[in-house]
């Protein structure tokens, strides 16, 4: 934080210039400013650590990974649902290749005991 830099020169140690910052401030605890200085000196590259930027795309990355995650399991739930409904017909697996995602979701619940119609099984 700049205004640390700007005050450490008329205090003895950084501590009593944050200090003085987070009274200046009217911030209760000295650590929130030190916590803030520590996190501009990692972001300007002059301190080692994750920067806030870094930081930011890798929780983005965790939360689409955790995402597609689960786009996969409900894909493999509905796969073998679809190979439960006829197992002994070869077809299903170039059908269920071939529907779009979103259908795929749904179309279990349109499987019965004789399994959904096909457009060449409907007259």
Not at 81 to 102: A, I, M, T
Request: with cysteine; proline share 5%.
């Amino acid at each position: 934080m700049r205004i640390v830099v700007e005050v450490r020169e008329q205090h003895e140690t950084e501590w009593a210039a944050m200090r003085a910052v987070s009274e200046l401030l009217g911030i209760g605890t000295t650590e929130t400013v030190r916590k803030w200085v520590r996190r501009a000196e990692i972001d300007a590259g002059s301190r080692p650590g994750v920067s806030s930027e870094e930081s930011a795309e890798l929780k983005r990355l965790k939360r689409e990974n955790a995402e597609l995650k689960r786009a996969n399991a409900i894909l493999k739930s509905a796969s073998l649902s679809l190979r439960q409904c006829h197992p002994d017909e070869v077809r299903w697996g170039s059908l269920v290749s071939s529907l779009p995602q979103f259908w795929l979701v749904a179309f279990p619940a349109m499987c019965g005991p004789a399994g959904p119609a096909l457009s060449s099984d409907v007259a």
